[in-house]
């Protein structure tokens, strides 16, 4: 398999950084932009931009059906049976919040939420404090020794008085996907909702809805090689029904006057206000151009890739991989080194990798660790990115030995 990626000319920020000395090795962060979706974002402005499900007049109208139409590709994508099933929000950490309150009157004193060792601070503080506001219990599964949620633990944790299950369908820190089928269906046979944090597991691969079965499925625009600012929600349409209004504003609702007011059901009347319009029509042209790629020659140079990482990384003394990464990362620690200052040796040498707590501080704690060095790949990243990787690695490691 090549290690040449035949769409890095696609995307310019990626030229961009290499002209200027940088390598790129941060997409779990966010993933850089193809022309496609720049060429969309101005598109909708320099054509004219206007409010979108209020206006009459062409441009309204026009910018009305682009944005429907993003939302039909994105349910498309997800092989959500209907369009109204998609919620657009600010990003995935709005469409957390977003459930944790609009669920909040589904839970009385003592009823319990589950959620896993690994999840990101966006999957854990909404819960935590919706926990804390009603006086529910946060139940934490553990982790086998692989990075999985352990489903021996699983099954005898989640319980008739488990309300809600909200965990990642795949690490942002360890890269291993999660056995969520398992989760679902202990989750649905004690009659909970299930929430899936997708923002990793959205980028590799595509994920059929009907068949996860989840209740609800969250992501953000910005990882999928689309703007920020725009998150999906993804609900089922009972699942929807129960939640609860929780931003107020405009085009939300139906009728309003100066004392009460009637609201939308979904997606309209969780979209409060002006949306990101011009976010939310370039995520549609970045699933466009996602689309139209050759998904097993994408999913084999990340693989090829990936391969390359790992053995560069185990060839290395000293460096422990954490977990079993199954898509294109690897987050490491090294014996003896900060992770701080390795970060800082390699960003000296123009390597943009994370380093730090991932948002996941809970996890690296229970690893017994403040921090790792994470290296992230997209498809449009390529073997000579992984060389000059490694080169700077060993200059940083020689100085910090
Ligand atoms: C697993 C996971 N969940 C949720 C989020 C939150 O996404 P955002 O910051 O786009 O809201 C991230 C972002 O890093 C993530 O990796």
Not at 85 to 108: P, S
């Amino acid at each position: 398999m090549s290690l040449i990626s035949p769409w890095r000319a696609d995307f310019p920020g990626i030229l961009a950084l290499e002209a200027e000395g940088q390598t790129y090795l941060d997409s779990a962060a966010t993933a850089q932009k193809p022309q496609a979706v720049l060429d969309a974002l101005l598109g909708y402005y320099a054509g004219g931009a206007a409010n979108v499900h209020r206006a009459q007049h062409l441009p309204g109208e026009r910018a009305t059906r682009a944005f429907e139409g993003a939302r039909s590709h994105i349910a498309h994508w997800l092989n959500a049976a209907d369009l109204t099933q998609i919620v657009l929000t600010r990003g995935a950490t709005e469409a957390f919040n977003l459930l944790a309150y609009g669920l909040e009157a589904e839970f009385q004193p003592g009823d319990e939420i589950v959620i896993s060792a690994l999840e990101h601070h966006a999957n854990l503080l909404p819960w935590q404090q919706l926990a804390l506001r009603r006086q529910l219990k946060l139940i934490v599964l553990p982790l086998d020794r692989s990075g999985l949620i352990d489903l021996e633990q699983a099954a005898r944790l989640i319980g008739p008085r488990t309300r809600l299950l909200a965990v990642s369908q795949l690490s942002n820190v360890l890269g291993c996907w999660q056995p969520l089928r398992e989760l679902i269906q202990l989750a649905q046979a004690q009659g909970a909702l299930c929430v899936v944090d997708g923002a990793q597991g959205v980028v590799h691969g595509r994920h059929d809805m009907q068949a996860l079965g989840c209740d609800f499925y969250v992501f953000s625009s910005h990882k999928l090689y689309g703007p920020d600012g725009v998150g999906v929600l993804y609900g089922r349409p009972d699942a929807l029904q129960r939640l609860q209004h929780w931003q107020f504003g405009g085009e939300m609702v139906r009728v309003a006057d100066y004392q009460a007011a009637e609201f939308h059901s979904a997606p309209l009347g969780f979209e409060a206000g002006t949306p990101p319009i011009a976010g939310v029509i370039a995520l549609g042209a970045s699933l466009d151009y996602l689309a139209g790629l050759d998904a097993a020659a994408v999913s084999g140079h990340e693989a090829a890739l990936h391969a390359k990482l790992l053995a560069g990384l185990a060839v290395r003394e000293g460096i422990r991989l954490l977990g079993a990464p199954q898509v294109a990362l690897a987050s490491f620690v090294v014996d003896g080194v900060h992770n701080a200052d390795l970060a800082h040796l390699l960003t000296e040498q123009g390597i943009a990798v994370r380093a730090g707590h991932h948002c996941a501080m809970p996890l690296l704690k229970s690893l017994g660790l403040a921090g790792a060095i994470r290296v992230s790949l997209g498809l449009y990243n390529d073997g000579e990115d992984l060389q000059r990787f490694f080169a700077a690695l060993d200059q940083a490691l020689e100085l910090l030995r």
